[in-house]
């Protein structure tokens, strides 16, 4: 037990502390870089640090949901998605220091509780903890498209990483239906559109 707790902490620091490491290719490493505005580049700035805060979260969420994971199947799924995720990381991690701006600060706050909600989410089974992630990916990928609609057209670099995270996102929300995902309840969506939110909000500018 206490190794295990040493390796999920561990985790938790890499996330936070260590700059990650993407196995695929930067979407945007063919990608000329634009003559932005100040504006331009500090609102692109603050999208992909929203981008940047959201993948952190995953890395919690799916921490914690595969630490409680009864099925084997739904464990593997949800550390593949964690991979994935681990990607993101470094492409909107990489594109935040171009655009010459830094993490969010408050990303221990968010990695705390989204840890705690996906220990949570695996304690309710299997097809619940499956459900979570479904709708999560769902959410996030509408959160991505928006996103799409608000960077600046001749951001073609920021615009790359984000489409490319749209469809991996997607792609994890059918997976998690493909086996055996439960709908979640109306009133929980929109708790966790509500938490979206926030973390939108504060991370945008912190």
Known sequence: ???????????????????????????????????????????????????????????????????????????????????????????????????????????????????AMGVAAGVLGDKWNLGFLQETERQVGAHLDGHLRELPDGDARSRAIVAQMRDDELQHAEMAHELGAAELPGPLKAAMKLSAKLMTGSSYHL
Do not use: F
């Open 1 to 115: 037990m206490l190794d295990k707790l040493i390796i999920e902490l561990d985790k938790g620091l890499r996330t936070l502390c260590a700059p990650a490491n993407s196995g695929r290719a930067h979407p945007d490493q063919d990608v000329a870089e634009s003559d932005l505005s100040s504006a331009e580049k500090k609102h692109a700035l603050g999208l992909m640090r929203v981008n940047h805060c959201g993948e952190v979260c995953a890395q919690a969420l799916y921490q914690g949901q595969a630490l409680t994971a009864r099925d084997a199947s739904a464990r593997d799924a949800l550390k593949q998605a964690a991979l994935e995720e681990v990607e993101h990381l470094a492409w909107t991690e990489r594109r935040i220091r171009e655009l010459g701006g830094r993490p969010s600060l408050l990303n221990p706050l968010w990695y705390t509780g989204s840890l």
